[in-house]
């Protein structure tokens, strides 16, 4: 069971940027993905970004062009960094690694980091 810790919430104005980070425990050769989520109060977890091990990344449509996703795999640590920041943006947002995409998208499936909370605020 691979551990991930999440780093990098609080609280930011609208416009801001931040940068989350998720850190595993350890590596993992089946580790092909990871990704974040986010929930925000009474709505349905979403998905936010994935990247591959290879660096192919993909986001939901709400973040496009604001959100960054990247992956260092040699620190075994994921990031995102967050732009242009609005209020629907806050949430707590999820770390997740998987074996494929099919796994992200399953809850049962891969490992979930603890959250850390995001509130954008003026």
């Known amino acids: 069971q691979v551990q991930l810790v999440e780093s990098g919430g609080g609280l930011v104005q609208p416009g801001g940027s931040q940068r989350l980070s998720c850190a595993a425990s350890?590596?993992?050769?089946?580790?092909?993905?990871m990704g974040w989520y986010r929930q925000a109060p009474g709505k349905q977890r979403e998905l936010v970004a994935t990247i591959t091990r290879g660096g192919i990344t993909n986001y939901a449509a709400s973040v496009k062009g604001r959100f960054t996703i990247s992956r260092d795999n040699a620190k075994n640590t994921v990031y995102l960094q967050m732009n242009s920041l609005k209020l629907e943006d806050t949430a707590v947002y999820y770390c997740?690694?998987?074996?494929?995409?099919?796994?992200?998208?399953?809850?049962?499936?891969?490992?979930w980091g603890q959250g850390t909370q995001v509130t954008v605020s003026s």
């Open positions: 350890e590596s993992s050769v089946n580790i092909n993905v």
């Open positions: 997740k690694a998987a074996t494929t995409l099919y796994d992200i998208g399953r809850s049962g499936l891969g490992s």
